[in-house]
């Protein structure tokens, strides 16, 4: 169940007409009272034999009379507005359910407590099965303000306890760190245009791309623009930008009029000050970063994120969260069509999770952010696939630490957005993946080949080798080692540095997991002369069908 609280500046009039009309998209269906502060409250839905705009005045003047009664020292904010919403699932509440549970938002918001014949008056609407409105003057009957301290906060827990004592969806608990609801107006719209998201979903997600692949303000404002949102800055009278506001072209109100949405309404870290603070941090990278395969290197940090989570202190790891959230924004682009679609998902699901009240240190994030900037310019480079498909390995690892991380500091919510991702990340890996390990097992080395590696397999990790040597894609690991011998590497060097890289033990596929690593292993630069020169009298010493020398006496 979702309460959220709304402010309003003597507005009682046109909120009650907008509660009783037919609605934007005439989805009020039905609209009348539940419940009042004194349940005899005029209710211009249920008197037939009255004109409604009449029965509508003397609901919101009753509702205005104690601030009327204040003159010239009523307050500046009068109106309480509060939508509850059931989800969808919920079963259908009767008005007399929709009843008890406004008096109990009302009272844990300091609206009504129980009992306080002298509280503000306030009265609840219903216009559809799922949800009711609760719309407050906030003066009490006394001539007091009410006492209302952390309403929003009171209103949320008492929700929860809605949702076990009427057996409904549970939602997580929040910290006050998510990104603002659509409210039912933008919902409505965008059904009606047939639209998946709305347009401000659309918006955040596009302004969280153009700041993760952004180095600069400028650049941060010019791909906003080339990803085909409008951008209008807020300029003081001295000249100096203080904010901006975003639209996507055709998104108009009735005045024909361009919507914009500030970006610090878009998401609280979207704000101009804080995206200048985040492009100060991670825009100290040098731009001469080490050449090398950027696919690689996304790859090589994001594999290094559950160490971060696991081993370093909560700023650090948050920044990790945050630049793996950035790295998943981005890589819908470079996906192919197929798989889009659930790395869209993916990335908007884990946009919560990025967030928490742990302030994130963006700096020790840097190699990961400037490797996806290097390919979201670049994504051609993704060659057969392989590149997105051995990042997208290590990210589900990555996404199940965060996930882990959450939970164990009870940040409920981020943990469920983190549930999630692994869902969406889990089908886009299975679609990008799949036609890569084919063509890899197509290729597949000889039978007497694939006896030579099993062998070194069984002598380098034993207590992974039936699980790798009976794994589906083993005939994939095969034919990548046999590319890294290929290239000039030797088969146990590549086997060892690969597994020192990170266990295995949390590796649905081991061999899928070794498969992608010594890919991009063996893409290294071959051995120079004199490593190859050692590798060749190594071979010339021990046939290469020989079982090499034990791992533990060749690390020492």
Not at 22 to 38: C, F, I
Not at 75 to 82: A, E, F, Q
Not at 135 to 147: C, I
Not at 464 to 479: C, E, F, K, Q, S
Request: proline fraction near 7%; hydrophobic fraction near 40%; aromatic fraction near 4%.
């Amino acid at each position: 169940m979702i309460p959220k609280v709304i402010l309003g500046q003597g507005e009682t009039r046109r909120l009650i007409a907008y509660l009783f009309g037919k609605g934007t998209a005439n989805e009020h269906v039905d609209p009348h009272l539940v419940a009042s502060w004194n349940d005899f409250a005029p209710d211009p839905g249920r008197s037939p034999h009255r004109d409604p705009k009449d029965v509508e005045k003397q609901l919101h003047t009753q509702l205005d009379q104690p601030v009327a009664m204040l003159g010239r020292r009523a307050p500046k904010t009068t109106v309480w507005h509060c939508p509850v919403r059931a989800a969808p699932e919920d079963p259908i509440l009767t008005d007399a359910q929709w009843a008890e549970i406004a008096r109990r938002i009302v009272a844990a918001a300091g609206i009504a407590p129980t009992g306080d014949t002298e509280a503000c008056r306030w009265v609840a609407v219903r216009h559809a099965d799922d949800h009711i409105h609760i719309a407050a003057t906030l003066v009490r009957q006394d001539g007091r303000r009410p006492k209302r301290d952390h309403d929003i906060r009171a209103v949320q827990k008492e929700a929860r306890q809605i949702e076990i004592d009427y057996g409904l969806r549970r939602l997580k608990p929040g910290d006050g760190t998510a990104a603002k609801r659509p409210t039912s107006k933008e919902v409505f719209k965008a059904r009606r245009l047939g639209h998946d998201a709305t347009s401000r979903e659309i918006l955040r997600l596009r302004v969280r791309r153009a700041m993760a692949a952004a180095s600069t303000e400028a650049e941060f404002f010019a791909l906003l623009e080339a990803t085909d949102v409008k951008v209008r800055p807020k300029t003081e009278p001295s000249g100096d930008v203080t904010g901006y506001s975003v639209s996507l072209p055709g998104d108009v109100n009735k005045q024909k009029e361009p919507i914009w949405y500030a970006g610090s309404t878009l998401s609280s870290d979207l704000s101009l000050p804080k995206i200048r603070k985040h492009l100060a941090i991670t825009g100290l990278e040098p731009v001469n970063v080490r050449p090398g395969n950027p696919w690689h290197q996304a790859t090589a940090a994001t594999e290094r994120i559950p160490h971060h989570l696991t081993h370093g202190n909560d700023g650090p790891a948050q920044g990790q969260i945050a630049a793996l959230g950035g790295a998943l924004a981005l890589l819908p682009l470079t996906a192919p069509d197929a798989a889009r679609a659930e790395l869209e998902r993916a990335a908007v699901a884990f946009e919560r999770a990025t967030r928490s009240r742990v302030a994130a240190d963006h700096a020790s994030a840097r190699a990961l952010r400037r490797s996806v900037q290097v390919i979201w310019n670049d994504p051609v480079r993704n060659g057969d696939g392989a590149g997105l498909a051995m990042l997208l390995d290590v990210a589900l690892t990555a996404v199940a630490y965060a996930l882990h991380w959450h939970r164990t500091r009870q940040h409920t919510q981020q943990e469920a957005a983190a549930e999630e991702t692994l869902v969406h990340l889990h089908a886009a890996y299975a679609q990008i993946a799949e036609p890569v390990l084919v063509g890899l097992v197509s290729r597949a080395p000889s039978l007497q080949t694939k006896r030579r590696y099993a062998h070194h397999l069984q002598q380098v990790v034993p207590e992974h080798a039936d699980r790798i040597l009976n794994d589906p894609a083993w005939d994939a690991l095969a034919t990548v080692l046999a590319d890294a011998e290929t290239a000039g590497h030797t088969v146990t060097t590549v086997l060892d540095q690969a597994l020192s890289q990170r266990t295995l033990d949390d590796a649905r596929s081991p061999a899928r997991a070794l498969t992608w690593r010594i890919r991009r292993l063996g893409e290294r630069h071959a051995p120079g002369p004199r490593a190859q020169a050692a590798s060749a009298g190594h071979t010339t010493k021990r046939p290469a069908a020989s079982p090499p020398q034990d791992p533990q006496a060749r690390r020492r």
